[in-house]
Nanobody, 122 residues
Framework: QVQLVESGGGLVQAGGSLRLSCAAS????????MGWFRQAPGKEREFVAA????????NHADSVKGRFTISRDNTKNMVLLQMNTLKPEDTAVYYC???????????????WGQGTQVTVSS
């Protein structure tokens, strides 16, 4: 089991940057592959990025490739999402997710955080 808490969201102008953090509980964090998803009001949840247990494998949605980068630090039980060149269409609640197996990309995921709001103004 793992508990996830996102932070780092906020309001930023288009073209700016934010770094989201996901703090995970427990000493078995390295057993979980991780992902980031987002959901805008009235829209379906969509995949953003995923990373394997060791961090050696990553995947990013086409909509964020070249702008967002997922990473993890297993010594700190942290997963990060560096977001650069933000666009208004990136506005959404961003969720951190954990899967109790090796790299699962789109899913399935077993645990979810509560989300953090990212708002990008034009």
């Amino acid at each position: 089991q793992v508990q996830l808490v996102e932070s780092g969201g906020g309001l930023v102008q288009a073209g700016g940057s934010l770094r989201l953090s996901c703090a995970a509980s427990g000493r078995t964090f390295s057993r979980y592959s991780m992902g980031w998803f987002r959901q805008a009001p009235g829209k379906e949840r969509e995949f953003v990025a995923a990373i394997s247990r060791s961090g050696g494998i990553t995947n990013h949605a086409d909509s964020v490739k070249g702008r967002f980068t997922i990473s993890r630090d297993n010594t700190k039980n942290m997963v990060l999402l560096q977001m650069n060149t933000l666009k208004p269409e990136d506005t959404a609640v961003y969720y951190c997710a954990a899967a109790g197996r090796e790299f699962v990309n789109y899913g399935p995921y077993d645990y979810w955080g509560q989300g953090t709001q990212v708002t990008v103004s034009s």
